[in-house]
């Protein structure tokens, strides 16, 4: 049964660009190993992420990542059956915030910093759609 689960989480203090990065080299090998796919959002201050997968899979995942201890306090946004991937291309995509996406994370926000717990499940899967949209068509942009 392919699930979607989206969970956010809070970076814990002295997390650093490193150790995301860490996180995302092992996150992309475990996943492509896992038939998992998703994405991760960093924003400095609060994780989100979707994972993607046989529900079993996703389960095993999840219970994994919520032992670590690089973040705290992570709230389940949404669990669903799905009939296709959204993230099918990424075993696990990251959509960092940068200058070129303030934008879109202030779009989704009812407050002036970007907190996920405060939206809605659909409003959280319409703007990491968006990112992705718009990731990919930065990196389709030429320099
Ligand atoms: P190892 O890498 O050998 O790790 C063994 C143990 O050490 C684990 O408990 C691990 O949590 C802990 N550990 C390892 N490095 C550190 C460190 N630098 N600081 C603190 N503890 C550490 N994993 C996935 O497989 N898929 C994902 O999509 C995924 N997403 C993640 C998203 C977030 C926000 C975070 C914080 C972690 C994520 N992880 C993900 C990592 C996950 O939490 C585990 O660390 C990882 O899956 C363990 O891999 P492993 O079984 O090969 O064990």
Same mark, same amino acid.
């Given at each position: 049964m392919l699930t979607r689960l989206i969970y956010c989480s809070k970076v814990r203090p002295g997390v650093t660009q490193l150790d995301v990065k860490s996180i995302l080299a092992k996150s992309q090998m475990n996943n492509a190993r896992d038939g998992i796919s998703g994405a991760l959002v960093f924003t400095g201050g609060a994780f989100l992420q979707c994972l993607e997968g046989d529900r079993a899979a996703v389960n095993e995942t999840y219970h994994r990542i919520v032992?670590?201890?690089?973040?705290?306090e992570p709230i389940i946004l949404s669990v669903e059956e799905i009939?296709? @991937?959204?993230?099918?291309?990424?075993?696990m995509g990251y959509l960092g915030y940068t200058s070129a996406n303030t934008g879109l994370f202030f779009k989704y926000s009812a407050a002036k910093t970007f907190d996920p717990? @405060?939206?809605?499940a659909r409003v959280v899967l319409a703007m990491l759609k968006e990112l992705v949209d718009q990731a990919h068509l930065l990196s389709s942009t030429p320099a």
């Open positions: 032992g670590d201890a690089r973040h705290a009939g296709a @991937r959204e993230f099918g291309a990424w075993s717990d @405060r939206l809605p």
